[in-house]
């Protein structure tokens, strides 16, 4: 009788049997055996092709552009459907509002959102409800009265992604080609990307250059912080249940984080949560505080069932029956519900007390 292993290694049609890390759900096990499953934390390198830039470009698959792919799939939108064709030569969607109520005397904040991976910009956003309070929530800690902000939507690429099964290939971002080098012929697509769509932003809306914000979800949610961390004229990013962007537990080609620019950055992140990520998203933001400590990096925990704020910062505790990478955990569904209920207080007052500097940049860390 084979093995479960040798089973997975057997192959239909040539292709792999798909695995994902399979395990009882240890927040049933451990409060038994008081045994608690390996942090998913690592900082050791196992690829045999990693470079400078930690993981080469990840590989694009077939297109998803339109007809049949990101532009029909980014119909819902409450501004207009942009087609950019990024330096890859793949044809990409946006979702770009313009605030009507944004002028040259009185500008608006611009919010960037990058959708979870395998979902996409429209089946996300709603259900963030930030879409909800676009003319109604200010962003400015100096006028308050300054309500509202535009936003803007990119859509990511059908790429292999550095997960385990289901999520090992389709929508996504590429945090895990680091070249953010924007003098380099060979820099990050998506990054670049990014930097496109920002841009068209800025030349089509007044925008207040002190407060152009980011947030994300998940694998939008680790680009995010690797953007905003390399990126000058970001005021700041707070984004919900992020994978680091240098280690996470499935990449081969790990490095230490080397943040660009002191740009301020708060990650959300559930008690417990999939595959390990509060553990190791703690971890990360332990790491720099340590080695950058005037660093304005923050980590907020919030409970799985209410999104009520646990603890943060300093104190911030993860679940230990879910530090492992295992794939069956209650914060598999937390991770996959946005804290609608943190938007004000948590996401939007982050955003909000940390502008830009009068300067126009954070500088170096």
């Known amino acids: 009788m084979p093995s479960t292993e040798e089973l997975?290694?057997?192959?239909?049609?040539?292709?792999?049997?798909?695995?994902?890390?399979?395990?009882?759900?240890?927040?049933?096990?451990?409060?038994?055996?008081?045994?608690?499953?390996?942090?998913?934390?690592?900082?050791?390198?196992?690829?045999?092709?990693?470079?400078p830039y930690g993981d080469p470009p990840a590989q694009v698959l077939d297109n998803l552009e339109s007809p049949n792919g990101l532009q029909d799939y980014l119909q819902i939108c409450h501004g207009e459907i942009i087609t950019m064709t990024d330096k890859g030569g793949d044809k990409r969607a946006v979702c770009f509002y313009a605030n009507p109520k944004s002028t040259e005397a009185k500008p608006l904040p611009l919010l960037v959102y990058l959708h979870p991976s395998l979902a996409g910009t429209t089946v996300t956003f709603p259900l963030t409800g930030i879409?909800?309070?676009?003319?109604?929530?200010?962003?400015?800690?100096?006028?308050?009265?300054?309500?509202?902000?535009?936003?803007?939507?990119?859509?990511?690429?059908?790429?292999?992604?550095?997960?385990?099964?289901?999520d090992d290939k389709g929508l996504g971002w590429d945090n895990w080609y680091r070249n953010v080098d924007r003098s380099s012929p060979d820099l990050n697509i998506d990054v670049d990307f990014i930097d496109k769509t920002i841009a068209y932003a800025k030349s089509h809306v007044a925008v207040d250059k002190r407060r152009v914000f980011l947030t994300g979800w998940s694998n939008g949610a680790s680009m995010a912080e690797l953007y905003a961390a390399q990126t000058d004229g970001i005021a700041s990013a707070a984004v919900y249940s992020a994978p680091d962007p240098y280690r996470d537990s499935q990449d081969p080609c790990t490095q230490v984080p080397y943040p660009k620019y002191a740009t301020p950055i708060r990650d959300v992140h559930n008690y417990c949560d999939i595959l390990g990520i509060c553990t190791t998203g703690k971890y990360y933001n332990?790491?720099?505080?340590?080695?950058?400590?005037?660093?304005?990096?923050?980590?907020?925990?919030?409970?799985?069932?209410?999104?009520?704020?646990?603890?943060?910062?300093?104190?911030?505790?993860?679940?230990?029956a879910c530090q492992g990478a295992c794939g069956i955990t209650t914060g598999t569904l937390a991770h996959t519900r946005w804290p609608v209920a943190r938007n004000t207080d948590t996401f939007f007052s982050f955003m909000r007390d940390h502008p830009l500097p009068k300067s126009g940049?954070?500088?170096?860390p």
């Open 8 to 51: 997975l290694k057997r192959q239909i049609g040539g292709q792999s049997i798909p695995t994902i890390p399979v395990c009882i759900p240890p927040e049933v096990t451990s409060p038994l055996t008081g045994s608690y499953p390996k942090s998913a934390v690592t900082t050791v390198q196992t690829g045999t092709n990693c470079g």
């Open 286 to 320: 332990d790491d720099l505080k340590k080695r950058y400590p005037s660093l304005q990096k923050s980590l907020v925990v919030i409970d799985v069932l209410t999104t009520a704020v646990k603890s943060q910062d300093a104190n911030a505790q993860c679940d230990p």
């Open 131 to 166: 879409d909800g309070v676009r003319d109604t929530q200010s962003l400015n800690n100096e006028d308050a009265d300054r309500l509202g902000f535009s936003y803007i939507l990119p859509a990511g690429r059908n790429t292999v992604h550095q997960y385990p099964f289901p």
């Open 361 to 364: 940049t954070w500088g170096a």
